[in-house]
């Protein structure tokens, strides 16, 4: 049996836990982006995310959506995370000399108030190394990164091959 002394904590272990949560608190505040308020991010807007069905494990598929930005700043899609997917990549298309060719690139910049359709024949996100089998009628969620909106949540719609 304990004594009833081990669990009412001391007042130097009260005041310790209580500074420690201010300072806490504080440094919360102080990492937390200026647009934490939901500014920019209620600005960036994705909708029609989908990729095609994939038959097997561990090809790639190209995400593919529309991005409206309604701020009056532009932002740039830095990163996605899909639990479907090893890897993903911000790709461009060049349209050199020759034919076509995908580019791997560091980020996709969202001009000021406009939309982009991310699409296999332009700028787009490759899925590589999916992790399991995309049936037509499925969906999954995943994290959109952008540079000053943050992170936004997305629902990618499965569609039967093409």
Known sequence: ????????????????????AVLMLHLG????PAHGGGGEAEAVKISDAWVHAA??????VVLSMT???????????LRVRCPVANFSEKHTVDRGEGSPAMRAIPSIPIAASSTIVLKPDAYHVMLLQT???????????????FQ???????????????
């Open 1 to 20: 049996m304990f004594a009833a002394s081990t669990f009412v904590p001391d007042q130097h272990c009260i005041a310790t836990f209580v500074g420690a």
């Open 29 to 32: 505040a102080a990492v937390t």
């Open 55 to 60: 038959e097997q494990v561990g090809g790639n």
């Open 67 to 77: 991005i409206k930005n309604e701020a009056d700043v532009a932002d740039a899609l």
């Open 131 to 145: 992790r399991q089998m995309l049936a037509a009628g499925e969906a999954f969620n995943c994290a959109i990164v």
């Open 148 to 162: 000053k909106a943050g992170t936004i949540e997305t629902e990618v719609k499965v569609h039967g091959l093409p």
